[in-house]
C-alpha cells in the first residue's frame, strides 16, 4: 500500500504545471532568448521565456555569466542571445546566480545587406 501511495504522489506532482512547483526561494532554471539589457549596479536581463512570456533577472556582482564553458560578463549578454539562467525567487524578484549563453540569434533584417552595383 505505501509503494502505491508513494507512486501516485509522485504522478501528481508531475503532473502539476510548473509554475506551481516553482515558489519562493528554491532554484529554477529560465530558459529563453535575451529581449533587452540594462546594465546598472543592479542589473536586469529581460528574457523571452521559451513558453512566451517575459521575465525580468536581476544580476549582482555574485552572478556567475558563462559563455558555454568560458568564463563571461554582463558584457557578453546581447540582446538575441539565449540563454539558461538559474535563478532563487525573492518575492518579485528573480535573482540570477549563473547566467550561461548559447549562440546569438539574428534576425534576417537586421543583418547588414551588400549592394551590388
Excluded: N, Y
Aim: charged share 20%.
Amino acid at each position: 500500500m505505501k509503494k502505491v501511495l508513494a507512486v501516485l504522489s509522485a504522478t501528481a506532482m508531475l503532473a502539476l504545471p510548473g509554475r506551481l512547483l516553482a515558489h519562493e526561494g528554491h532554484v529554477h532554471k529560465v530558459m529563453g532568448t535575451v529581449v533587452q539589457v540594462h546594465a546598472d549596479k543592479v542589473s536586469h536581463i529581460e528574457v523571452k521565456t521559451t513558453d512566451g512570456t517575459t521575465v525580468v533577472l536581476t544580476c549582482d556582482e555574485q552572478t556567475k555569466f558563462l559563455k558555454g564553458k568560458a568564463a563571461a560578463s554582463l558584457k557578453d549578454v546581447q540582446v538575441g542571445s539565449r540563454l539558461v539562467a538559474t535563478v532563487t525567487e525573492e518575492g518579485k524578484t528573480m535573482w540570477a546566480s549563473e547566467v550561461v549563453l548559447g549562440e546569438t540569434t539574428t534576425h534576417p533584417k537586421t543583418q547588414p545587406h551588400e549592394h551590388q552595383h
